[in-house]
């Protein structure tokens, strides 16, 4: 069961990379998706009393960096937040990814998740054709690392706290 929500998990990440890169726009129906999933896969691996605490502050974390960037973008950059500066897509897509995992494991992955997303852009900065990041979708091409490392024997559990 945990293998084939695993490649559920893949494939879903896969396609809002595919879409994010290609349009940079993501069916929003992925989202809820994904976050299942995660959230399927860390109670699977865990228990619903280790799964409700930690997601919830997840979720606070998430909204606390949301909060503290719409207060750079509209006060300091005075720029619009969403969908100029920051996607829906985008948002919907940290959120889900709050469901995944412990706190601490949360953590790791998601600053993995922003700078790897930035190295990757920078690096392809001169080859692109659109100026803005495809947050989402780098951030499920490095969620569909991070799970295909998983399968890995001798690696280490990401929800052992």
Not at 4 to 23: G, N, S, Y
Not at 45 to 63: A, C, D, H, K
Request: proline share 4%; hydrophobic share 60%; with cysteine.
């Amino acid at each position: 069961m945990i293998l084939l929500l695993k490649i559920t998990l893949v494939l879903v990440c896969a396609l809002i990379a595919f879409q994010d890169f290609k349009e940079r726009m993501v069916s929003w129906i992925l989202f809820p998706v994904i976050g299942f999933l995660l959230g399927l896969l860390y109670i699977w691996n865990t228990s619903f009393e280790q799964f409700y605490p930690f997601v919830f502050t997840n979720m606070l974390l998430i909204t606390g960096i949301v909060l503290a960037l719409f207060v750079y973008t509209k006060y300091v950059a005075q720029m619009k937040f969403l969908n100029v500066s920051f996607g829906l897509g985008d948002l919907l897509f940290f959120y889900a990814f709050a469901l995944g995992f412990p706190t601490i494991t949360f953590l790791i992955l998601f600053v993995g998740a922003i700078l790897f997303s930035l190295i990757v852009f920078l690096v392809s900065k001169g080859k692109q054709e659109k100026d803005t990041i495809p947050l989402a979708g780098l951030m499920g091409s490095f969620l569909i690392v991070v799970t295909l490392v998983s399968f890995f024997p001798n690696t280490p559990s990401l929800y052992i706290v």
